[in-house]
């Protein structure tokens, strides 16, 4: 009767929106005023982070890169940060190539984790002896094969292989639109981590029946790259659980911890979660 709950302290950041979301001034007065409030707070934020030199370029490099993704993988966090940081302060160059390298460190992350859960597939012969992957096209394939990747993530690395190329080997055309290169690369990059590896969404690997809260289905939990990735952040607990804390850090109190439970569907689950939820008395 337990699932594991992906809980909502995921890295993201969505700050672009108290600068590029409408204003209407229809809205009441003081709501109003918290939006600009809100906006303003922003701007002071990104003058202290990124600094004030050309920083009117900066903010509209920030709009362009739109928000950064919910994300539930600790592994591209970090780096995605310095990626999204340097197009933001103008480095083009270091942000594109950063970019490229952070897609190719993520294959390699997913093919050497996930290996040895397909050794009686043809595609594992390729890839069992390597400790790195710098093909592509063979990591994205095997990938795809085992169904680990989504169709759109599929389409997105492929998008971002076309991208590392133009940045990796030499083109003149790089001198000239270094910004709009990274920008795209990025993009791309944005749209695997939001697909992939995204703490809330549509993904098929989700329960999403109980308003404000994610789960993980039961089916899908032995499946290796859920097994790999996401289960070691999330929390596994009882339709009861409560969150007493999150800082200085989570503290979950569930009835059922440590207890045998009876099994139920991913539908009754939700069931009770949300009449408990509600108030309501449950078994």
Partial sequence: MKRYRILPFFDFDTRVHTLVDPIDEKWEERIKAQHYKNRENTI????AEFGELHFEVKVQNFID??????????????FFAQVRTAFVMGAY????????????????????????????????????????????????????????LLPQAVQDF?????????????????????????????KSLQAIIGEQFSGWGPQPWFITTIPGEIYIKKEW???????????????????????????????????????????????????????????????
Wanted: charged residues 25%; glycine residues 4%.
């Fill in 44 to 47: 002071l934020r990104l003058k």
């Fill in 158 to 186: 492929r998008a971002l292989m076309q991208q590392r190329h133009k940045a990796i080997h030499f083109s003149p055309e790089t001198d000239h639109n270094a910004r709009e290169l990274a920008l795209e690369a990025i």
């Fill in 93 to 148: 160059y270091p942000a594109l190539t950063g970019a490229c390298a952070l897609g190719e460190r993520i294959l390699n992350h997913l093919i050497l984790s996930l290996r040895e859960n397909y050794r009686s597939t043809p595609e594992y012969k390729a890839v069992y002896r390597k400790d790195s992957f710098d093909d592509w096209s063979l990591a994205i394939n095997t990938l795809q094969a085992w169904d680990v």
């Fill in 221 to 283: 939990e032995t499946r290796p790259f859920i097994a790999k990735v996401y289960l070691p952040n999330a929390s596994f607990v009882g339709y009861k659980h409560r969150i007493e804390a999150i800082r200085p850090q989570v503290h979950i109190v569930d009835p059922d911890h440590n207890t045998d439970t009876p099994e139920v569907s991913d539908d009754e689950f939700s069931n009770l979660r949300q009449a408990f939820n509600q108030g309501g008395q449950t078994g």
């Fill in 65 to 78: 890169l739109e928000a950064k993704p919910i994300s539930v993988i600790a592994f591209h966090n970090e």
